[in-house]
């Protein structure tokens, strides 16, 4: 059972929240679905992964230059505005992406992790992930909050100690 799912059950991995109290990795996760939900429903993040996997196997590179860069933005855009106050209430900072397919770094305490939209396999450099003839192999929008979880994890347990050392 991956960490984030582990941590999520059991209640740990708390930060505290803007009105001080604690808030635990699932309503972190929670927070960060709703917002996504916000701006599209499942099933249209779902849509558009789709159409543009399928535009890379067709090799339409039209259609994926009008449809990968909204893509991205979207994703980009709810975690660096829409989350700002999740985030910060967490101790997490939040900067551009460093992979074609991330959606941005994340930050606690020099632990640094980067939720991407795609399968990553580390022995491709980073910047070579989007160049394979037929694409990235895209994440549902399941598999993305379960891959943010995953992120989210190390960063709060890093935060929840940082913030339970400071108010000893």
């Not at 582990?6 to 635990?24: E, F, H, I, V």
């Not at 535009?55 to 860069?69: G, H």
């Not at 980067?114 to 399968?119: D, G, K, T, W």
Request: negative net charge; charged residues 20%; contains cysteine.
């Amino acid at each position: 059972m991956p960490t984030a799912v582990r941590l999520a059950l059991a209640g740990q991995a708390k930060t505290m929240g803007s009105l001080g109290t604690a808030m635990t990795l699932n309503e972190t996760i929670d927070r960060l679905r709703t917002a996504h939900l916000m701006v599209r429903d499942a099933n249209e993040w779902d849509g558009l992964t789709a159409a543009l996997a399928d535009a890379y196997r067709r090799q339409d590179d039209d259609l994926i230059e009008q449809l990968q860069p909204p893509f991205l933005q979207s994703w980009r855009t709810v975690t660096h505005y829409v989350l700002r106050d999740t985030f910060d209430a967490a101790g997490i900072s939040v900067t551009e992406p460093s992979r074609p397919w991330g959606i941005a770094t994340l930050t606690a305490n020099g632990v640094s992790r980067e939720p991407v939209l795609c399968r990553v396999d580390p022995t491709v450099p980073q910047h070579a992930e989007s160049t394979a003839a037929e694409g990235p192999e895209l994440l549902t929008f399941a598999e993305v909050m379960t891959y943010y979880a995953e992120c989210l994890s190390p960063l709060l347990e890093h935060a929840s100690g940082h913030q339970e050392q400071y108010s000893r």
